[in-house]
């Protein structure tokens, strides 16, 4: 079966430090990946989506940025954290068709002081 | 464009109540697929379930049941006899191109 890691769970940061965090899917091959940022009560932001590896799209203009280099492994990343950036961070991954089912990891909780 | 609008931000409701969370779309796409998740506490978000456009059967699952309404573009989910563990967060989603429309959830507190 199919599973969706993601570290850390918990992040706590100064603002202008770096931040990288990974999510990695076992148990499929060819997966889209995305990852979503929630802000405190608020609804799901879709920040970058990837259909392939190398292959980066983005949905908002930001100081983030993400990178696939490996088929299963999806990492986002920042060079310089912002105080807006804190936030839930959810990776999900579909099959090969857009129209199947994301399903979503655990999250990562980052707090950026 | 496509869009997902969930009115209810939300919702209390005592225990064992019946609760509808409602859904409503707007998609020029002819094939389309609305789902609805649950976000409980620990922020992880749940599958519940998945439904394209040219099945509008009702589906009941245990406590669960979805109405799908393609004349009024509505995908709506109703707990039966709630209970505290429903307390979440409930979203609804539409397919678009590579992605998810989201809507903006709703919370519902089942109060013992």
């Known amino acids: 079966s199919q599973t969706i890691h993601q570290w850390p769970a918990t992040l706590v940061q100064p603002v202008g430090s770096p931040l990288s965090l990974e999510c990695t899917v076992e148990g499929t091959s060819n997966p889209n990946l995305y990852w979503y940022r929630q802000a405190a009560g608020r609804g799901l932001q879709l920040l970058f989506y990837?259909?392939?590896?190398?292959?980066i799209s983005s949905e908002v203009p930001q100081n983030l940025s993400a990178s696939r280099p490996q088929d299963r492994q999806f990492i986002l990343s920042s060079k310089k954290l912002l105080l807006s950036d804190s936030g839930f961070y959810l990776c999900?991954?579909?099959?090969?068709?857009?129209?199947?089912?994301?399903?979503f990891g655990p999250g990562t909780r980052l707090t950026v002081l | 464009a496509q869009k997902v609008t969930q009115a209810q931000t939300e919702i209390s409701v005592v225990e064992k109540e019946d609760v509808t969370l409602d859904c409503v779309y707007e998609?020029?796409?002819?094939?389309?697929?609305l789902f609805w998740y649950k976000q409980p506490p620990s922020g992880e978000l749940v599958f519940l379930i998945r439904r394209n456009s040219f099945d509008e059967q009702n589906e009941i699952s245990g406590r669960y049941s979805w109405n799908f309404q393609k004349s009024t573009s509505s995908f709506n989910f109703t707990i039966t006899a709630s209970q505290v563990v429903d307390s979440a967060v409930y979203f609804c989603a539409l397919t678009g191109t590579y992605k998810y429309i989201f809507g903006t959830g709703t919370r519902l507190k089942v109060l013992a």
């Open positions: 990837s259909v392939g590896i190398g292959q």
């Open positions: 999900a991954w579909t099959a090969d068709r857009s129209t199947d089912t994301q399903y």
């Open positions: 998609t020029r796409d002819t094939t389309y697929y």
